[in-house]
């Protein structure tokens, strides 16, 4: 099979597409067939090696496909399901091993590249916002990276709930997409002041969360954002990590500041069951919507990568095997 592989740290070159060997499922595991690959941002964190594991490795966190063998004792999916998963590396490839408990049934009305393109982002924004800080009727939430593949889904479920959405992005084409999403309001991160643009926006009172993804750039503003009692949502790191902080920076609105990672919101098989269940409903029923905007074949991932860190890229991109 063809897979691309990583055998040093580094930019987008170091990934090669080459032949590989079809890996054999073990006890509780699943041999996948993949169909759709999802690309992420933590999929460059583990190519730079800000996130270390062990080398050679074939990068890649979410994928759907068919179930093509099993190993014994896997009760959750036979061959030839449909599935799709997040979270498990390996995906860039044509084929990869899942341990089965992670894997879940896509309904016969998604398709593949829709599944793929849902599972960990959409998981993402679905426990952000409705168990890291659950958002309620009223609430004015910000959201940074509004228009990023996380930050569209998550502006749709904040409206969802009836929130009030405030985002910000760094160029107009990306503002429209984001409006689209449903957000209320759209900043110019780039270009303005995105906490005085808050502060005007409600009046002084600040937000009740704030969801940030971008890090570096945005935490200090991202705080004085916030409403007394509100939450920083400190979910990634886009611009680069945030530089060590004293618990006392939160004193000024007695703030709660939260690190999330999706790992620990899909803690058992039934969480994990019913947040994709709700995903897979939503992309059914039409009140989700998906923008799949970038599709690449897997030999170019190394282009799919260059054009997410440059800030290029709106929505979902896929490699496609
Ligand atoms: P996005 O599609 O959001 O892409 C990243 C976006 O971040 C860019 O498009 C850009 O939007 C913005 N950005 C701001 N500053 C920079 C910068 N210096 N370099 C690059 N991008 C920048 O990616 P994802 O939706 O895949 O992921 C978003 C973030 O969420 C990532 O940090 C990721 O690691 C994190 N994440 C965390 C999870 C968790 O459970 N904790 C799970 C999933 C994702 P703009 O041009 O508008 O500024």
Redesign the pocket.
Known sequence: MKAVQIFEYGGPEVMQYREADVPQPKAGEALVRIKAVGV???DV?HRTGRYPGNLPFTPGMEGAGVVEAVGPEVTEVKPGDRVAYAMQPGSYGEYTIVPAAKLVPVPGNVDDQAAAAVM??GL?AHYLSYSTYPVRNGDTVLVH?G?????LLLTQMAKKLGAQVIT????EE?AELSRQAGADHVIL?TQADFTAEVKKITQGKGVQAVYD??GK?TFEGSLNCLRPRGYLVL??????PVPPQDPMVLIKGSFFLTR???AHYALDRQELLSRAGDLFRWLEDGSLHLRIEHKYPLSDAAQAHRD??A?A?TGKLLLLP
């Open positions: 992420n941002f933590i964190y960990l982002q993402t990276a228009a990023g593949g996380v930050g910000t992005v760094s160029a990306k991160y993804s971008v750039t979910f990634g790191a886009s611009s680069g999330p990672t999706l997410l860190e800030r890229t």
